[in-house]
C-alpha cells in the first residue's frame, strides 16, 4: 500500500545543543487536485480513529479529519520508521490537541495544521516540545487578526520594514504555532503569546516571546503561505536554516 497519495515533501529537522540532539519531521501535503477522492485516505486509519471517524457527518469536518490525520501520519512514520500509516493512532487531549500512540512504544508527538489544501505536521519527541501553523496570506481578514495585535507588535512590523500584511500573518502564525507548542490552543487570552522581538534571517524570520522567553519560532513564505514552527532555543535548529 503505497503511503504517498498527494504531493508530499518530508524534510528532517535536527535541534541540537552540547547536551541533547533531537530529530524532527515536517509533512507538507498538497490536496490541490485531490478532488473527492480525499475519502480514499481511511484506509490508513487506525482501527480506533476508524471508530471517530464513522461517527462524523459534516463533510467539511470529513475532509479536515483526514486530511489532517494523514498528513501528520506521514511525518509521524518518518520518525518511527514505520510504513504502516495505520498502526499510528492520533487521538485528542483534553485541550483537543493531538496525542499519537504507537504500537512502538516511542515517545513522538505531533503539531498540525492546513489552510485551503495544504495540509503540513511536524514530528517530534516529546521531551522537545514543538508546534506547526501554516495560513495562506489573505487580505479579507486583516481586520480580524489587527483585534488580536498590540500596538507595540505593529511597531515591531514597521521597524522591520515587513509589508503589514505579511508581518501580520507572522504574528498570528507565530502566536498559534507556540499554542499548539504548549498543547492549549487558544483557550488563554491571545495577548499572552504576544511577539517582543523580529528577526530578519536571509528569507526566514524569527520570532521572541514576551512571555515564553523559552520559545523561539522561525518562518518562512513560500507560494503565498506564512509557515511557521516554535521549537525550544536553548536548542540549535539545523535543516530549516542550514
Same mark, same amino acid.
Given at each position: ?18 547536551? !541533547? ?59 518511527? &520508521? ?69 500596538? !507595540? ?84 535548529? &539545523?535543516?530549516?536554516?542550514?
Amino acid at each position: 500500500m503505497t503511503n504517498k497519495l498527494p504531493k508530499t515533501k518530508l524534510i528532517p529537522v535536527k535541534l541540537i545543543n552540547s547536551n !541533547s540532539n533531537y530529530i524532527a519531521y515536517i509533512s507538507i501535503c498538497d490536496f490541490t487536485n485531490f478532488d473527492d477522492s480525499y475519502k480514499e485516505l481511511d484506509k490508513f486509519l487506525h482501527d480506533d480513529e476508524l471508530e471517530y471517524y464513522k461517527k462524523l457527518t459534516f463533510e467539511k469536518r470529513i475532509k479536515s479529519y483526514l486530511i489532517g490525520r494523514y498528513t501528520a501520519k506521514i511525518a509521524i512514520s518518518a520518525y518511527l &520508521k514505520e510504513n504502516d500509516l495505520r498502526k499510528i493512532s492520533i487521538s485528542s487531549g483534553i485541550f483537543n490537541h493531538p496525542i499519537v500512540t504507537n504500537e512502538l512504544m516511542k515517545s513522538v508527538q505531533v503539531s498540525i495544521s492546513h489552510s485551503k489544501q495544504i495540509a503540513s505536521a511536524i514530528s517530534f519527541n516529546e521531551k522537545c516540545p514543538m508546534g506547526i501553523d501554516s495560513e495562506f496570506i489573505r487580505s479579507d481578514n486583516l481586520k480580524a487578526i489587527e483585534r488580536y495585535t498590540k500596538e !507595540s507588535e505593529i511597531n515591531i512590523i514597521k521597524n522591520n520594514s515587513m509589508e503589514h500584511k505579511e508581518g501580520l500573518y507572522l504574528l498570528w502564525t507565530a502566536k498559534e504555532a507556540l499554542s499548539k507548542a504548549l498543547r492549549i490552543g487558544f483557550l488563554s487570552p491571545i495577548s499572552l503569546f504576544e511577539i517582543s522581538e523580529i528577526k530578519i534571517l536571509d528569507s526566514f524570520f524569527i520570532c521572541n516571546y514576551k512571555n515564553f522567553p523559552m520559545f523561539s519560532s522561525i518562518s518562512i513564505i513560500k507560494y503565498g503561505f506564512m509557515n511557521t514552527i516554535t521549537y525550544p532555543n536553548k536548542l540549535d535548529i &539545523k535543516g530549516i536554516l542550514n
